[in-house]
T-cell receptor
Framework: AQRVTQPEKLLSVFKGAPVELKCNYS??????LFWYVQYSRQRLQLLLR??SRESIKGFTADLNKGETSFHLKKPFAQEEDSAMYYC???????????FGTGTRLKVLA | GAGVSQSPSNKVTEKGKDVELRCDPI?????LYWYRQSLGQGLEFLIY????????KSGLPSDRFSAERTGGSVSTLTIQRTQQEDSAVYLC????????????FGPGTRLTVL
């Protein structure tokens, strides 16, 4: 079955500390993977896509096919990073998104 | 247009009444999605349209839920005989048919069933 797992519902870190939001997926093919973010009182928006291999707001995510993971990382967390983060998978040849249950990140001052 | 829009932004209804939620996607986007976001439940996929057809309705929780899309643009999600457990934020998103599968989300409709 196709599935995205985000094991942490809540992750709290102190400002300036490294942060890693975990995402594991279950899919036999080559997926397209995304991280979406929802800041307080804002709409859900794209943070980054694995095929772009880009860094957005200091965040990076590397696709590890061996471990079927797509963890989101940032070396130094900022208070403005506090938000809800969703990992999503799109199976190849489709437009159907499979979202994880999300991780709420709280960056403490 | 500016982005995905949804109306109403808030809807309070009584148990047993029918409600209609509307989504206006970004112009030219052929794919349209409905999700439900409940507290502590994350994003629950409801239905997905490609053009006017819905290849995947697997997420609709019961036959009280239905959705349609006309003219490859506006979509309406209808919930009949609403129940208290239907209370949630209903999100719509759209994406282009080719290239990036990036989804652009609307602000959502907060439905409260009393």
């Amino acid at each position: 079955a196709q599935r995205v797992t985000q094991p942490e519902k809540l992750l709290s870190v102190f400002k300036g500390a490294p942060v890693e939001l975990k995402c594991n997926y279950s899919y036999s093919g080559s997926p397209e993977l995304f991280w979406y973010v929802q800041y307080s009182r804002q709409r859900l928006q794209l943070l980054l896509r694995h095929i772009s291999r880009e860094s957005i707001k200091g965040f990076t995510a590397d696709l590890n096919k061996g471990e079927t993971s797509f963890h989101l990382k940032k070396p130094f967390a900022q208070e403005e990073d506090s938000a809800m983060y969703y990992c999503a998978l799109v199976p190849s040849g489709t437009y159907k998104y499979i979202f994880g249950t999300g991780t709420r990140l709280k960056v403490l001052a | 247009g500016a982005g995905v829009s949804q109306s109403p932004s808030n809807k309070v209804t009584e148990k047993g009444k029918d409600v209609e939620l509307r989504c206006d996607p970004i112009s030219g986007h052929t794919a349209l999605y409905w999700y439900r976001q409940s507290l502590g439940q994350g994003l629950e996929f409801l239905i997905y349209f490609q053009g006017n057809s819905a290849p995947d309705k697997s997420g609709l929780p019961s036959d009280r839920f239905s959705a349609e899309r006309t003219g490859g643009s506006v979509s309406t999600l209808t919930i009949q005989r609403t129940q208290q457990e239907d209370s949630a934020v209903y999100l719509c998103a759209s994406s282009a048919a080719t290239g990036s599968r990036t989804q652009y989300f609307g602000p959502g409709t907060r439905l409260t069933v009393l």
